[in-house]
């Protein structure tokens, strides 16, 4: 049975369509889901997009985290349901303090589109169990508030307890903490990423396919019933 | 109606709305009476010259009389944008238009509203937009205002474009004197439909309904066509020309698109007109005259976000994130229930009538009573005067061949240090400052974007069928000869199109000029005109629509003129993309064109020497066609795997970006003289890696098509070598191509 990842649209949601093809292209059946619709569909895991939900009002996020779609994803995030925040998905689970910290203005104070280099800290994730700790990749990282933040105590906890995601290497391109481009939380069942690894599956329209595994990682951690 | 009926003498602002006295006097005698208050507004906007394009029209005629024969034009000059048939049931609309003056005034909003204003037009296409690129021309990179101006801009069309979530595939930027109080911002945007969807803004069907849907309607903007686009800058006031910019919100921008593209996918959507400069007065007009029908409007209906607006200020407002749909009775119900799915406000605003007249009450008065094709399609037509400057023979006589040039012993350290010169000018470096602040990646359908010759997007995933864009213009060649200018514009569009592998199939074009009203600006318009028009006949690829924006200019300094032409064209399977970069080591570099001793206008006199005069470089229409020709069936055939056009900087600048990009040296040897070869910018050439193994039959393809083929040298190692004259480490070569524009703008 084919493994079911939903894909959330809220308004001003703009990288759905492309997570939902990188769910096909990773073997799972993409799902739409409406940020309106308090129903997950029986999905076995969900992503929440990048984009400009809600036109980014009041901070990014902020207001995405109250939708009746978030109601039913909370729960069961701590149920063990695996989610993956990508760029505005991150900062919506931050906001919905499913991850801890923040994600803030770039320090250049502009948008920024470029191809990163990103080191994967753990295989110990629903979402990155296809990579080796350690293993480079080239992803895209497209956003105007990507600084990670968090107070020293949560960003030393994080890394004690494994749970930096990723981190950025060959330079720092928003100020993040740490150099951090992603974390999980300390099940490893829920990940938030800034860069987008949905824009690099195929080299065709991304700079390389290298961020397709962590569309199949997480059909590993999903067993279908 | 009642009263301007009883009062024909009463004194009215017309010239404050930018009408002149015979104008006014016509609107008079086409209503039989003095106009009211609203209907003054109505006319004040339609027969602006940003909207009725009056000084124009005669001339743009042309585009349509010399338009080339061809079966791919679904909708052509006189729609919203114009749509092109590119195969397998799909169509592409595309067009490019200018929002010059807001973007001097106030340039974040005026950047993003430009955008936004280029998204609708497509949108009402029944399309969804899928790409946009923008072409940027500011003052000196270094001075105080451009530090104002430029990253304000692109600050506007990042904030926007991204939050549309449209990919930037590509654009310009270039630096003049010329444009600092009157920088040039011109937005292109390209949406995708089935032929099927195509919509049409006419108001067909008595009795069906008038909708106005997205954001309320308030008071920025006005006045935002008659006075600020339709005059120059200078002398006092220019404070009060900031109430003309209008203020965007690219969320609700992003929800009308939805919002629309699901109320066309379900059937409920008769006629649609996006709403822009002159606001819902053009609207209403263009529908109802689109129609040959006519339309009752409440004007009390239109939610306002001010209510403190009278009928006239509704009128003109310019407020953003507006369309005008027309619906049946039926439908109406489903259609409200969309737009409150999207969370976009829609109100019934009025019905298609059979009157041939557009009426309009507001709190039971009637305020408006003209028929609609007075103001859409019949505002007034000049024939302004025409006049060669005298000044142009001289500046034509400046022959650049007396420039001096590296010669002797120290040619080859001469040589290395003018390239230098122009991969470390603002001109010629990088761009990525800017384009780093454009999302390239949302949509997952961009094959190549900047810095490639075209951006290039994949249309079907299943058959790799795609669409390439580029635009391209030049100031200093249109100063020189506006004609052969304006032709060696579009040809660099279409050969950088054809350098990706795509067939070039079709036109658009932003006129920027200065004042209609000095006979020297209307010598270079007519003669761009005229150069565009024979110059699209003989590249068989039709104009389908454009823009023209007039009074670029400060008190009575005009811009250079700058015609900026945007070429699209359709490629079989992206699949086989052509990137401009060399990346292959150890593979052929070959040059294909003929390379001529022509700096008139070029990148290196201008820097070098601060030299602007002569003639441009000839152009050749048929060498452009044959090696255009040549670099698509290169492509199908997979016979090259990188292809570089030569404009601004030659051959020199070209080699230097094509090893910065790839990440790949060269080394060459010239065929000829060091600077001619480096950096005369002779048209119709281009540089290509040749697949190895493919060498014979590249030189068999050019030689059938008459196109001279020169093999330089050979990619690879981390120089950019000219042998016999100097070398770049590709380290150098790249840091200084990297530092211009972060120095300046940080």
């Known amino acids: 049975m084919t493994a079911r990842i939903g894909v959330v649209t809220f308004p001003g949601s703009l990288d759905d369509r492309d997570a939902r093809r990188a769910v096909q292209r990773a073997g799972a059946a993409p799902v739409e889901l409406w940020h309106d619709d308090a129903s997950l569909h029986g999905v076995d895991a969900v992503i929440l997009p990048g984009g400009f939900s809600y036109g980014d009002y009041l901070r990014c996020g902020a207001i995405a985290r109250f939708a009746p779609v978030m109601g039913e994803i909370i729960p069961a995030a701590a149920r063990g349901l695996p989610v993956l925040g990508i760029c505005n998905g991150f900062q919506i689970l931050c906001e919905a303090h499913l991850l801890p910290g923040a994600l803030t203005r770039n320090v250049a104070r502009r948008f920024i589109n470029r191809d990163v280099r990103i080191r994967i800290e753990t295989a110990a994730s629903a979402w990155t169990s296809e990579y080796r700790a350690g293993q480079e990749i080239t992803v895209v990282l497209k956003s105007g508030e990507g600084a990670y933040v968090a107070d020293p105590a949560t960003l030393a906890q994080l890394e004690a307890n494994g749970q930096i995601l990723a981190r950025y290497v060959g330079g720092n391109p928003n100020g993040s903490l740490g150099d951090i481009a992603g974390v999980i939380s300390a099940a490893g069942t829920v990940a938030g990423l800034m860069p987008h690894p949905e824009h690099a599956i195929d080299p065709l329209t991304g700079p390389s396919a290298d961020g397709l595994a962590f569309f199949s990682s997480v059909l590993r951690a999903v067993v279908p019933a | ?132 690129m923008d072409s940027l021309r500011f003052g000196p990179a270094d001075a105080p205002d451009t530090h104002r101006v430029l990253p304000a801009v692109v600050g506007g069309i990042s904030f926007y474009g991204n939050c549309l979530g449209l990919p930037n595939i590509g654009g310009e930027l270039a630096f003049d004197p010329c444009y600092l109080g009157n920088p040039l911002v011109n937005a292109l945007c390209v949406g995708v439909l089935r032929h099927e969807d195509l919509k049409l803004a006419a108001a067909t069907g008595p009795g069906n309904q008038v909708v106005l849907l997205g954001s309320r309607t308030g008071p920025d903007g006005i006045g935002g066509a008659s006075v600020l686009a339709s005059a120059s800058f200078g002398g006092s006031g220019e404070g009060a020309k900031r109430p003309s910019v209008q203020v965007g919100d690219p969320f609700m921008e992003k929800l009308l698109i939805e ?435 493919a060498e014979a039959e590249l030189v068999r393809l050019c030689t059938a098509s008459g196109v001279p083929a020169a093999t330089l040298g050979r990619t690879g190692g981390s120089t950019l070598e000219i042998a016999g004259l100097f070398a770049v480490p590709l380290t150098e070569l790249a840091d200084l191509y990297g530092r211009a524009l972060p120095a300046l703008f940080g």
């Open chain 2, 259 to 693: 919002c629309c593209l699901e109320l066309y996918r379900s059937g409920l959507v008769v006629g649609v007109q996006d709403l822009g400069a002159a606001g819902v007065a053009c609207a209403t007009t263009e529908l109802a005259a689109g129609g040959h029908t006519g339309m009752r409007v409440t004007l009390d209906r239109v939610p306002l976000r001010d209510a403190s607006l009278g009928p006239a200020e509704i009128l003109m407002s310019e407020s953003q994130e507006r369309m005008m749909a027309i619906v049946t009775p039926a439908n109406v119900g489903p259609f409200l229930a969309i737009c409150a799915k999207w969370d976009v406000p829609a109100t019934v605003i009025g019905e298609v009538t059979d009157t041939g007249r557009l009426e309009m009450t507001w709190q039971g008065a009637h305020v408006v009573d003209i028929p609609p094709g007075s103001a859409a399609d019949d505002g007034p037509v000049y024939d302004r005067p025409v006049r060669r400057p005298d000044s142009q023979d001289v500046l034509i006589g400046d022959d650049p061949h007396r420039l001096p040039r590296p010669a002797g012993p120290g040619a080859g350290e001469a040589l290395r240090a003018d390239l230098l010169l122009l991969v470390g000018s603002a001109d010629g470096g990088d761009k990525a400052w800017v384009t780093e602040q454009y999302d390239c990646y949302v949509r997952g359908d961009t094959v190549l974007a900047a810095p490639h010759d075209a951006g290039l997007l994949r249309i079907d995933a299943e058959t790799g069928l795609g669409v390439a864009l580029a635009t391209d213009g030049n100031g200093r060649f249109c100063q020189l000869d506006p004609y052969v200018g304006t032709q060696l514009a579009l040809a660099e569009a279409y050969r950088n199109v054809a350098a990706s592998g795509a067939r070039p199939l079709a036109v658009t074009n932003c006129l920027n000029f200065g004042s209609p009203e000095d006979p020297a600006v209307m010598w270079q318009f007519t003669e761009a005109v005229r150069g565009l028009a024979d110059g699209c006949q003989q590249l068989g690829v039709p104009v389908t629509g454009g823009n023209v924006s007039f009074y670029n200019q400060t008190g009575s300094t005009a811009i250079r003129p700058t015609p900026v032409v945007g070429v699209l064209g359709v490629h079989d399977d992206v699949r086989r993309r052509v990137p401009s970069g060399f990346s292959l080591p150890d593979a052929a570099i070959v040059l294909l064109g003929t390379t001529r001793s022509e700096f008139g206008g070029s990148l290196w006199a201008w820097l070098r020497h601060g030299h602007l005069g002569g003639l441009p470089p000839a152009v050749d229409l048929p060498a452009e066609r044959s090696l255009a020709d040549v670099l698509v069936a290169a492509s199908e055939r997979r016979l090259i795997v990188a292809a570089h056009d030569l404009s601004d900087g030659g051959l020199a600048l070209a080699l230097a970006e094509a090893c910065l990009v790839g990440g790949t040296g060269c080394s060459v040897m010239l065929p000829g003289d060091g600077t001619t070869f480096l950096f005369s910018e002779s048209a119709a050439r281009a540089v290509v890696v040749v697949r190895p193994g």
């Open chain 2, 1 to 132: 109606m009642a009263d301007a009926a009883v009062t024909p003498e009463r004194e009215q602002p017309y010239a404050a709305l930018g009408l002149t006295a015979d104008e006014y006097a016509r609107v008079r005698a086409i209503l039989g009476r003095r106009p009211t208050d609203a209907e003054l507004a109505v006319y004040s906007v339609m027969w602006s010259e940003h909207c009725s394009y009056k000084s124009s029209r005669k001339h743009l005629r042309q585009f349509a009389d010399k338009a080339p024969a061809t079966d791919v034009l679904l909708a052509g000059i006189g729609q919203n944008a114009g749509v092109v048939d590119v195969g397998r049931g799909y169509a592409v609309t595309f067009k490019i238009e200018s929002h010059n003056h807001p973007s001097y005034v106030e340039p974040f909003q005026g950047a993003a509203t430009g955008v936004g204003g280029i998204v609708r037009d497509i949108l009402a296409m029944g399309a969804r937009p899928v790409a946009v």
